[in-house]
């Protein structure tokens, strides 16, 4: 394990390396316990760098066995050991030389998940960000880019099948029952892109033709038997392929793709070249194991995965502080692959819901960084909600500022100026900038100032001028390191909608330039008059969630209800039923702390209802209007002084009340929600059976009887609606018998699909209150838990810390404690998965006092322990701070 260190990485502190890769030829003889590595680096001293200077090269848990230099052994004295790698001396000074370096490592015992490890009898690697050295030594950083050639060798019994990246260019037999094979892979790459899978796999084979004919053979790997459900993977692939090309004129470059399932993984997925390795959460499913959720989610990563072909691979990253110039960049390509085949405005909604619900607290507690971040003790920490979600939104902004012609006209450049290269944040905006001639002098803040920026808003509508006069303010909160912001430019689209919801179209706009519907915000304070408007206006910001900023605006719930029903938008319909909802639930809050009773304003109800009735909306957005801000959006509302009771018990009684107010007209829409046939994962058929589930839980509200769900639970014939009633009725109707019987039949039915159990253990972790924690103890003990498989630890720990405000925040501390202590005894073997599942406390600041002290006295425990790895170091001491 790599423990502290307290080094702290600047930006400002990049130096090229002194030696240039060009080829880099490795052997492995592949042994569960004693592979050994023979590593030839084809090496040349960079021009200009001292005949002296050393070659350092990265390594971790590698056994050190041999290095020579152009087949001569190297001198003792030349080969120092530092702990954290190798320091050559004495090397050629001006030609290029061959380094030969043979070393040993131990799969079997690599329980970090980061390096070469085996995962249930399959060797697999994952690289990103620092894992390469884990395998062999080497200058292990992005801006190191070589032709990889790999030969494998290994048992052709338990290992028939050898993969690495590239085109397969030999195969043979060694006798013995060994067998090998050498893959080439003619574009250079980074180390952190390399990948090797060796086992025994079935395979699900496709083939696609690229736009100019190149042939590709598409391959996906998972455990033999499982080849059928990895068809939607495939189909994903294929419309991925197809739509770069479409999009963006990006082709495939190899005449091979391969992706391997494994489920022993820290991660989703990575995007090696060629050779993409995959959680098999995101590659397997069939309409009985997985959900809608599962199968958009499949299709999502597998388009993400892909598109880091060109956003990643082709143009990879100087150094690890430009992570968002490949995430960033790859988030926002997978957004809109994803509006482009499904609902654009649904799309959209759950991209902004979830950019609140884990970017939002991120930046505005102790964990906030910049999007490009200029400092880092342990680069695994910053793989963040910030980096890819607010990266994406910041490449959003940037093609809301361009235009559609503009945006790909610099990505044109981006890709044809860099092609081959290791680049920077700076690079890719000078594309933007030189492609189109536009400033992006203020905008380029948004990768360096953390924080989500406030926008505070007020407005006078005067009848006699004819004149809507808005006010703006902004500011960006304090966050750690960044005391003092910048103003930045902050493009807002909008619309002024009049009383007959027609959108006025003013005569003049003066105080701030407006393009099209946007208007740009580039001071610390602005004026904008709008002349010429025939009757008082609705003023609808941020549509579309144009920036990633929180907006401070009293609009009268008349307004917001009026742009709910009214604005063209469909987006901004939603975003104006939520910003009504949210005010009705702070004040339901409020009133349950004080200990009145919850009333709600019948506006919103009304509302509501008449919005699931509107038959020109589709269902699955009428799924998402009827959908209340969760209890964590609440408390990020309200800010400080957190009760999660009280915010769990005034949501219920806010939700019990549309229920009852609506039960007769949802009764009626849920018969009107049938989905008949064989299930389909098509996006309509999706969103019908999210809206017949948001209906079912208000009517089981309304009706306060778990009837209409065991009714659902027994006729459900697909994972979507099988899992749904047992959500509700594992959390509102705990105590019931259709709840234990429900959870009973669902775990015999699935007890060995443990991506299926995996929801089993979530909907037990989740359900409210201070009782699930027993629950949670008791499931770790049973025989479906297991603290070395991350999807596991994720399923049941995970989702109790993030998803059970009740649950984990209970007032006497002890779900603090027992984060605390898991998070200790899982440090030891897998960091990674221990550093993330810590940053669930990250709020911890805004709870109440009592709270509070809970909080921190199991941080300061998990600070006290004397072995901490350098990942769970960096996140409680960035929390506590
Ligand atoms: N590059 C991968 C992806 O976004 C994720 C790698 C995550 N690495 C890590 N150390 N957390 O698809
Ligand atoms: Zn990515």
């Not at 490009?372 to 093609?399: C, H, L, Q, W």
């Not at 209409?708 to 899992?723: C, G, H, V």
């Amino acid at each position: 394990m790599r423990t502290e260190t307290g080094t702290t990485f600047q930006l400002s502190d990049y130096r090229e390396s002194d030696f240039i890769v060009d080829a880099v030829d490795l052997t492995f003889r592949l042994d569960p316990e004693r592979t050994e590595v023979v590593s030839t680096l084809t090496v040349r001293r960079r021009p200009g760098v001292s005949p002296d200077a050393p070659f350092v090269l990265d390594g971790d848990e590698v056994e050190l066995k041999s290095v020579s230099v152009d087949g001569q052994t190297m001198a003792e004295e030349d080969v120092a050991e530092t702990g954290n790698g190798l320091r050559l001396s004495n090397l050629p000074g001006q030609a290029a030389f061959s380094l030969t370096i043979t070393s040993e490592i131990a799969p079997e015992r690599n329980t970090q998940l980061m390096g070469l490890y085996r995962s249930s009898g399959v060797y697999t690697t994952q690289c990103e960000a620092e894992g390469f050295r884990r395998i062999t030594f080497f200058p292990d950083r992005p801006d190191v880019l070589a032709v990889y050639t790999t030969r494998i060798e290994a048992d052709r019994e338990s290992a028939p099948l050898l993969l690495a990246n590239g085109n397969c260019i030999e195969t043979g037999d060694l006798g013995e029952g060994r067998h090998y094979a050498v893959w080439h892979d003619p574009h250079p790459k980074p180390s952190y892109l390399f990948a090797l899978v060796a086992g025994d796999l079935g395979v699900l084979e496709d083939d696609f033709t690229t736009a100019s004919g190149r042939e590709v053979a598409l391959k996906i790997y998972v455990e033999h038997g499982k080849e059928a459900r990895a068809a939607y993977a495939m189909d994903s692939l294929k419309r991925s392929m197809r739509w770069d090309e479409e999009r963006f004129g990006r082709e495939y470059d190899l005449d091979i793709f391969m992706i391997v399932a494994v489920s022993d993984f820290n991660m989703g997925a990575m995007e090696n070249k060629g050779l993409n390795v995959f959680n098999d959460k995101y590659v397997l499913a069939d309409p009985e194991i997985a959900t809608d959720a599962d199968y958009a989610n499949i299709e999502a990563i597998i388009a993400h995965e892909y598109f880091h072909n060109w956003t990643g691979n082709r143009i990879t990253c100087r150094d690890w502080f430009q992570l968002c110039l490949k995430e960033g960049l790859t988030v926002y390509r997978d957004h809109e692959f994803s509006a482009d085949q499904r609902s654009r405005p649904v799309k959209r909604i759950a991209e902004v819901r979830l950019l609140k619900a884990h970017q939002f607290p991120e930046d505005a507690g102790p964990l906030a960084h910049p999007v490009r971040p200029d400092r880092y003790r342990e680069i695994s920490n910053f793989y963040t909600a910030t980096v890819y979600e607010k990266g994406s939104e910041v490449v959003r902004m940037i093609a809301t500022l361009l235009g559609e012609d503009g945006f790909r006209k610099g990505m044109d450049l981006y890709f044809d100026r860099h092609d081959g290269e290791a680049a920077t944040i700076e690079d890719f905006l000078a594309c933007f900038e030189d492609a189109t001639g536009f400033d992006l002098g203020q905008f380029r803040l948004w990768y360096d100032q953390a924080g989500t920026p406030v926008v505070s808003v007020s407005t006078v509508w005067d009848p006699g001028s004819r004149r809507f006069t808005a006010s703006f303010e902004q500011s960006v909160p304090a966050t750690p390191g960044q005391a003092k912001k910048d103003v930045m430019h902050i493009p807002l689209r909008f619309g002024l909608v009049l009383p007959d919801g027609s959108e006025a179209e003013p005569t003049s706009v003066t105080g701030a330039r407006v393009t099209d519907d946007v208007l740009h915000l580039t001071q610390r304070s602005q004026t904008v008059q709008f002349d010429g408007v025939s009757a008082r206006p609705v003023l609808s910001l941020n549509r579309g969630f144009c920036a990633p900023i929180n907006v401070h605006f009293e609009q009268a719930p008349a307004d917001l209800a009026h742009l709910a029903r009214h604005e063209s938008d469909p987006f901004a319909r939603w975003q104006a039923l939520n910003a009504y909802a949210m005010r009705v639930l702070v004040e339901a809050v409020a009133k349950e702390r004080a200990g009145g009773t919850v009333d709600v304003d019948p506006a919103l109800a009304e509302t509501m209802i008449a919005t699931a009735e509107d038959e020109t909306l589709e269902p699955a957005f009428r799924a998402q209007a009827l959908a209340l801000p969760g209890e964590n959006d609440i408390a990020r509302e309200i800010g400080n002084d957190i009760d999660p009771d009280a915010i769990f018990a005034a949501r219920r009684a806010v939700q019990t009340v549309i229920g009852k107010t609506g039960a007769e007209i949802f009764a009626r829409l849920a018969d009107t929600m049938e989905t008949p046939g064989a299930y389909s994962p098509d996006a309509a058929s999706a969103g019908k059976r999210a809206f017949r589930h948001a209906l079912m839980t208000y009517l089981s509200l309304a009706d306060a009887s778990p009837a209409r769900a065991n009714e659902a639970f027994a006729a459900a014939d697909n994972m979507t609606d099988l899992s749904q009633p047992l959500l509700l009725l594992a959390h509102f109707f705990p105590e019931s018998e259709g709840a234990n019987a429900a959870l009973a039949t669902f775990e015999e039915r699935f007890h060995d699909t443990p991506l299926v159990i995996d929801k089993w253990l979530s909907a037990q972790a989740t359900a409210p209150g201070a009782a699930t924690l027993e629950r949670v103890r008791m499931l770790m003990e049973g025989e479906h838990f297991s603290r070395s498989n991350p999807n596991r630890v994720r399923a049941l720990i995970g989702a109790f810390a993030a998803g059970n405000p009740t649950g984990f925040n209970r007032a006497d501390g002890a779900g603090f404690a027992f984060l605390a202590d898991e998070v200790l005894a899982i440090d030891g073997r897998n960091p990674q998965v221990a550093a993330r599942l810590l940053t669930t406390m990250r709020s911890w600041r805004s709870l109440e006092e009592g709270r509070r002290r809970h909080a921190r006295a199991a941080l300061e425990r998990i600070a006290a322990a004397d072995k901490l790895s350098s990942d769970v170091r960096d996140i409680v001491d960035r929390t506590l701070a």
